[in-house]
Nanobody
Framework: QVQLVESGGGLVQAGGSLRLSCAVS????????MGWFRQAPGKEREFVAV????????DYADSVKGRFTISRGNAKNSVNLQMNSLKPEDTATYYC???????????????WGQGTQVTVSS
């Protein structure tokens, strides 16, 4: 059974950086797309970034383009999200997820982590 565990969240001042990691256990990691999503209190879960199984396809939400970088290391069974120039509006619980194809849709992913909190103070 595949499990996803996020880490790296925390409290940071505006303009700072954080690096989130998602450890994946189970088989077939390398053939799956991996995505990052976030959800702020009272809001719907929203797409942040996605990377294809081979790493050749990457997409970002417009709100994070130029500031966030998604990457994966198949040998280490992990996917990362480097977040720079953080803003207060980036405050949310961040989730990693896996799915059969690259998509920004929440319902395109079948396995989710438990989430890690990111708080950006102004």
């Amino acid at each position: 059974q595949v499990q996803l565990v996020e880490s790296g969240g925390g409290l940071v001042q505006a303009g700072g950086s954080l690096r989130l990691s998602c450890a994946v256990s189970g088989r077939t990691f390398s053939r799956l797309a991996m995505g990052w999503f976030r959800q702020a209190p009272g809001k719907e879960r929203e797409f942040v970034a996605v990377i294809s199984s081979g790493g050749s396809i990457i997409d970002y939400a417009d709100s994070v383009k130029g500031r966030f970088t998604i990457s994966r290391g198949n040998a280490k069974n992990s996917v990362n999200l480097q977040m720079n120039s953080l803003k207060p509006e980036d405050t949310a619980t961040y989730y990693c997820a896996r799915g059969p194809r690259v998509t920004s849709r929440v319902d395109g992913y079948d396995t989710w982590g438990q989430g890690t909190q990111v708080t950006v103070s102004s």
